[in-house]
């Protein structure tokens, strides 16, 4: 038992080599003629030179609150959070160096037809996706074993509660810049390209093409790689962070056998879950068909292995971790908040699968309203976004009642307050639920491996079609990568269903070892006192909740002053370049200038976003942490709400268009199909930048509280 | 001092006769010509036929509600219930029928000029500002009365609440139910009259004119009359519950010295402003000059005497009140809540100002993005919306503050104790400020009468321009005209401020009361654990969170649907009736079809949204009481946040619109005007049906809340 964070940091190694594997795998295809070698290299120097210029940036935002956590806490911490940060960055870049190394790949497969080019794109991002978890994973063990089990220092909780929050600040900045660079290229690629040149998307004379392949790579895999990446690191912490400040477990105490199975439980599913995505990523074969539900059926194939055996280990699991009848009553309980958790996240892909693909009737009610124009296109659409609302809150809801009641029914709380003698015996009240609700975020997250794996694979396709139409190749291979590309997108809902459903629980558990750092902090001596009833703490609910709105109005209007940069600059270059809108052959946009602005752009407008979620908790701490508590409750629930409504009306939008260009209500050209644009374009930031990155704003700033909450107590 | 309720009826009673005044006033000037008689009278008949139809469906509601009431609770309580209803409903009734008469009055007096024109439009507004402050202060004083100082019945406090969710009832539904109408009817007109047909505004060939000019009278008259008069009361109200429930008073103890000053302050400050309101209201005067500065001088020195002379008297008021030195400290501090809450709700309104309005920034930045079509239009209203949150919640925490502060200071908790001996000291702790932050919503408004008439001005004007145009005066009328309305949409700022505003503070004091009321019904033993941290609560918070965003997508999409309707029609009488589009002499259109399918569409749609503001709490009151405080608190920061968000967004896309069709941005009929057509026809429901019915929601559901606390304790 001892031994799980062992087996969990030689399950993360087995992940890297895994990753490896599939690099070298990915590295021996052919990137195709000259001209595809050209594309993907300018894809790739332009990524590569945004995520420096990021790092950059960021590295100097690490450094000062290094060293604040440093002065304030603990320097152990401060090397903790580094580390978090130095690994989720390195998962970030390898990954996404890979990825826009398989785009190319992918497309010259192509021209053998899907059975070649599924496993590439696949294998592209799965180097990301084991990436992710190994690093992540095994960042993550290392610190626990060397501050728990082997230095033993006191706090070796709130050390490795830094390493999350290394992974939350990156996670943030990347989601922000790489959001706001992907949206800036693409609306300001479609907007003068599309709309007002007249030419098609992806055309190699727009010189915002190659900036728009960039922003897949630097949004949809490094972002959303940072994103799961601390999703996951972060769904691990909080159970073990709840768990030490909740119990008011001292390292030596971390191996008595009455905390130990607590603590290492959710290490125990991390190590299940990454077994079973190595060998869940080995049933992701292409089939000779480019039907799409055959196609759809191999690419979740592997998730669903590993889903499975994550079930059946974690069945196994309980059974033989929660044996000491003491503290244990029912030894299959956290097994059913972890799977009601899979299962929740599961089912939270699939309701924003129901209100964002065409299958169904939300998004064809918004196709029917493009009839009407675009004020109407709009309307409908916010108004699917909100309604699913509705549903998410709710089914999430039922995730946490069943997360609760499997960890009441596993956790006896009269043997636990035998066993913690020396706190208080009501901070052990409903211990066993709150603890059932953070495991249930493992639950989705145990599978990262392969989920990041199947999500980074659809901008690998998407870039591969970009990279067949500039080109200029067979129309065939389009056909083929297109049927990719289509898969990628329905295939990501339920790594967003992960993402958002985690996140709030991981939040919620987070949230509850907040109030117990601090009543730790403090010597027992200041708990808060968070009656909604009370002044500061209505004060801090009225402020979380409207701290979602201003955090989705900046991030909005940056990808609106960075669009506008490029679409100056894409203007510029057809007015000034001779020959480059007709096409002249060989004059060339210069796609470098485009990959330049739209980097300086995004990196300027993530600082003030992403240092208000850093900032603004830190304030309210230092003056109150009742109202730090009212604060970061009522922007968890807002921001969950803010985060379902933007990211399911985006997607909706979306999916309206393409509906329109298969033809319905006009098809291609139609009025339908011009308001159907400007529903897409109004929810590009929507869902590619302010929603997705509310998830984490909400988890920074739980984590940036829970690591400070020392100092706030000393203050 | 006992003598206050009393002199406070007595003013209801004088703003009364002050209305029959104002609608003598209106009734002796001349309708003008044939035509506009005919005009006037098929709008006021489509109007009143609207409200006879909703208030026969809500009298369905109110029967169920006052059965169920009259059961649970009280029988008295029932009555008090009806009687809210009934008022508010006849408030709305008389008000809205005389601002149909004063229209086409205002249009012919426009013939000679603004000095005559404007006084007739604020005196038709006057009776509905008079009727609304004058019947709620005499139902509400008229029930203190009865059953706090004559009957001395125990549940008197219970009754009077009970008379506010009444006047909450009618308010939601009017607010709902006429927003639909006016906003499915302006839809409706401008995309096939305007966009279609390519025929001007309010065009007499359009059929769905008439509609649209009884919408602006059922929606901006009559829903914003309801919602006045629910807030004014609930304003009153919640000071009065909250020192009741919160000190645990019986009626008989009422009059003692103690509890008198804290009961009767509210009444007292209610009896200054309507005074003030009366006075105020002889300052409106016309000037010659049609200089929209003048103008606006005019109809501002209204509000700004009432408000000057309700200052004044409140600091007098203060001084008599509050001289027993063993239970008040500061006397003024009381004042300061009152004036503090009268300058954020102003501040609240400047700020609405500021992001609405074509002088400032955030106006004419959407303007200018117009010039990249409908999408970045409506981004930029979006995210003007949303930082419009920012600003406005940090001022209302503001108000917050000084008005908790002004109460902290005002009242001797100690000396309260002594008091109320048989109390729990704990529940004293704080009440100082709490009541404070209650009568800061008197602040705002105490001057109902006076502010309710400027509001209701607005929709006159624009009604007297319509009048003007289907009768095809002389233009120089309409000239006039157009210079009364624009005055309308500034002024209308202020009267927004104080229902949003005052609509947050009066939920606050009134979920305080709900908290002591579940007390009380316990008799002491059940009391509220509202724990952010419990799951009950953080459950509530949650659904809390959510409702407001499914509340505002069924209003959006009954609009949507209703709008459709209204197309189809307009549609077919153009196709159907032989040279209408070709302004054949003699052909009228059916406009009273046009008022009958508004009607009935939108009060078929009215139903859900009302319903689940009251059926949602009551259900989860019966399950769980702190799941029911976590919801109220959850609905009240977000509702209050989405809120200001759409009212902001729609207005500043409104006037964007407006701006442009000054000449900026290419003008009328350039491809900026169509996207800031985009963005105003989003902004429609946004700012007339969602976001002002929000405001009321989050009320009716508190209140419907401590109405039924005691049925929840005994279930």
Redesign the interface.
């Known amino acids: 038992m001892e031994a799980i964070p062992y087996y969990a940091l030689l399950s993360a190694v087995a992940g890297l080599v895994i990753a490896v594997f599939y690099y070298l795998d990915v590295k021996k295809a052919s990137p195709g003629n000259e001209r595809m070698v050209f594309l993907m290299t300018e894809i790739q120097n332009g990524a590569k030179a945004f995520l420096k210029q990021e790092y950059t940036w960021v590295t100097a935002f690490v450094v000062v609150l290094a060293v604040l956590i440093g002065v304030f806490i603990q320097p152990f911490a401060a090397l903790s959070y580094v580390l978090g940060a130095v690994l989720s960055g390195l998962a970030g870049y390898v990954g996404m160096t890979v990825a826009t190394m398989a785009n190319a790949r992918t497309t010259e497969a192509a021209k053998e037809g899907p059975a070649k080019a599924l496993p590439i794109a696949f294998r592209g991002g799965a180097v990301m996706g084991f990436s992710v978890a190994g690093l992540a994973l095994a960042g993550l063990m290392g610190v626990y074993i060397v501050f728990v089990n082997v230095l033993e220092i006191d706090d070796a909780f709130e050390v490795i509660t830094s390493f999350g929050l290394g992974a939350s600040s990156i996670a943030l900045f990347s989601r922000v810049g790489g959001g706001i660079f992907t949206k800036a290229a693409d609306v300001g690629a479609d ?1 003068v390209g599309k ?1 007002e040149a007249g030419i098609p998307e992806d055309d190699p004379r727009n010189p915002a093409t190659i900036a728009d392949n960039v922003g897949d790579n630097v949004g949809d895999v490094a972002g959303m790689g940072a994103d799961l990446f601390e999703s996951y690191a972060g769904s691990i912490i909080a159970p073990v962070a709840l768990t030490a400040f909740s119990l008011s477990i001292l390292p030596e105490q971390a191996t008595e056998n009455g905390f130990l199975p607590l603590l290492v439980f959710p290490m125990g599913v991390a190590f299940i879950g990454m077994i079973a995505s190595i060998i869940g990523s080995f049933f992701v074969r292409g089939g000779s068909s480019t039907d799409s539900k055959a196609l759809s059926r191999a690419l979740h194939m592997g998730t669903n292995v590993a889903m499975a055996i994550t079930i059946v280990g974690t069945i196994g699991l309980a059974l033989w971790l929660f044996e000491d009848s003491a503290i244990f009553d029912n030894q299959l309980g956290l097994a059913a908040s972890v799977i009601g958790g899979l299962l929740v996240g599961y089912l939270l892909g699939k309701t924003a699968e129901y209100y964002t693909s065409d299958h169904f009737g939300p998004v064809k009610a918004i196709a029917r ?1 493009t009839e ?5 296109t ?3 659409g ?6 699913s ?2 549903a998410s ?2 089914l ?2 039922i995730g ?2 069943v997360a ?1 009641w499997g960890g009441s029914v596993a956790i006896n709380e009269a043997g636990l307050t035998e066993l913690s003698a020396s706190i208080d015996p009501d901070r052990i009240e ?1 211990f066993g ?2 603890y059932g609700i953070a495991v249930a975020a493992i639950g989705m997250l145990a599978t990262t491996g392969v989920v990041v794996s199947v999500d980074a694979y659809g901008p690998i396709a998407d870039n591969a079609g970009g990279i067949a139409e500039m080109a200029e190749l067979d129309p065939k291979v389009r056909e083929v990568t297109d049927a990719l590309d289509s898969l990628g997108n329905t295939t990501a809902a339920v790594a967003k269903g992960f993402a958002v459903g985690s996140a709030a629980l991981t939040a ?1 558990a987070l ?2 070892s907040f ?1 117990f750092a601090i009543l730790e902090a403090s010597g027992g001596e200041q708990a ?8 500061p ?3 801090g ?6 701290l979602p ?2 955090f ?3 991030t ?2 940056a ?2 002053r960075a669009a ?1 940069k490029m ?1 100056v600059e894409v203007r510029r270059q057809f007015a000034e370049i001779p020959g480059l809108r007709e096409g002249k052959p060989g004059v060339n946009p210069d796609s470098a200038k485009c990959v330049a602005i739209s980097t300086n752009a995004s990196l300027k407008e993530m600082i003030i976003p992403g240092g208000i979620a850093i900032v603004v908790p830190l304030v309210i701490g230092f003056i109150s942490v009742d109202a730090l ?2 604060f970061l ?2 922007a968890l ?2 921001g ?2 803010l985060a379902i ?1 933007m990211a399911n009306a985006g997607g909706a939008w979306d999916n309206a268009k393409k509906y329109i260009e298969t033809g319905a209500h006009g098809g291609k050209g139609s009025d339908s199909h011009k308001a159907a ?3 897409d ?2 929810g590009d ?1 929507f869902k590619d930048t302010s929603g997705p990155a509310m998830n984490i704003l909400i988890k920074v700033m739980t984590i940036v509280s829970l690591v400070f909450a020392s100092a706030f107590v000393a203050f």
Chains 1, 2 share one sequence.
Do not use: H
Not at 372 to 376: D, L
Not at 382 to 387: A, E, R
Not at 528 to 535: A, E
């Open positions: 907007l709309v309203d009407t124009g675009p004020a109407t709009v309307l409908k916010i108004s699917v976004g909100m309604i609302v509705g809150v709710i999430l809801l946490i009642g609760f409903a639920g709150i919620l949230f509850k109030e808060l006192s968070l009656d909604i009833g009370r002044v703490v209505f004060v609910l009225f402020l979380g909740a409207m709105f201003l989705a109005s900046l909005i209007d990808v609106g506008s679409i508590g009212g409750a009522g629930v807002t969950f709400a409504f644009v400007v529903g374009t109004v930031p």
